[in-house]
T-cell receptor, first 115, second 110 residues
Framework: NAGVTQTPKFQVLKTGQSMTLQCAQD?????MSWYRQDPGMGLRLIHY???????DQGEVPNGYNVSRSTTEDFPLRLLSAAPSQTSVYFC??????????????FGPGTRLTVT | DQQVKQNSPSLSVQEGRISILNCDYT??????FLWYKKYPAEGPTFLIS?????DKNEDGRFTVFLNKSAKHLSLHIVPSQPGDSAVYFC?????????FGAGTTVTVRA
């Protein structure tokens, strides 16, 4: 049971490049989400999904796209990278908010630098 | 506008003493509150939670208190141990969205 895995661990992009951050979980969790962590800001919700085929925006969605074609995978796409997207990105999952499963399991993070 | 605030960026405590971490929130619709612990270069890990219908929850050395009228949450760690040195995030949820505070770095001194 690997839990929540994220790839890559580190990435450097040039302004305007696009890329996809990968996230997978093997716990059959319904709920998955993406956060970014910036100094002094805590973790901010980018996008989330309550099941395959269902996604919605969080607090800071601009510049990011997501899709959820399977229960296991929830990739985050940066469409045209900007220096303001330099951050540490965390993916998380939980079994269900409705059922009280608020406890989220986090991946190890991806440190992204945009130059 | 941050709805969850941790006003103390850092806390230093002697091993064996109590650590008290505080958190304030502004959204009265929050129905569940959680504390996460984070070590460097790792993802946050869940520590303890409390429903908005309760005012206290205990789990071993960790106790969370909720004062809804003051919109205030606190985490007590007794006794503090060296392995407790980490960043602690307070979080609150409404619907499917979780809002986090900026974190408090706890250092436990020997």
């Amino acid at each position: 049971n690997a839990g929540v895995t994220q790839t890559p661990k580190f990435q450097v992009l040039k302004t305007g490049q696009s890329m996809t951050l990968q996230c997978a979980q093997d716990m059959n969790h319904e709920y998955m989400s993406w956060y970014r962590q910036d100094p002094g800001m805590g973790l901010r919700l980018i996008h989330y999904s309550v099941g395959a085929g269902i996604t919605d925006q969080g607090e800071v969605p601009n510049g990011y796209n997501v899709s959820r074609s399977t229960t296991e995978d929830f990739p985050l796409r940066l469409l045209s990278a900007a220096p303001s997207q330099t951050s540490v990105y965390f993916c998380a999952s939980s079994y269900s908010f409705i059922a009280g499963g608020y406890e989220q399991y986090f991946g190890p993070g991806t440190r992204l630098t945009v130059t | 506008d941050q709805q969850v605030k941790q006003n103390s960026p850092s806390l230093s405590v002697q091993e064996g003493r109590i650590s008290i971490l505080n958190c304030d929130y502004t959204n009265s619709m929050f129905d569940y509150f959680l504390w996460y612990k984070k070590y460097p270069a790792e993802g946050p890990t869940f520590l303890i939670s409390i429903s908005s219908i309760k005012d206290k929850n205990e789990d071993g050395r960790f106790t969370v208190f909720l004062n809804k009228s003051a919109k205030h949450l606190s985490l007590h760690i007794v006794p503090s141990q060296p392995g407790d040195s980490a960043v602690y995030f307070c979080a609150a949820s409404v619907g499917y969205k979780l809002s986090f505070g900026a974190g408090t770095t706890v250092t436990v001194r020997a």
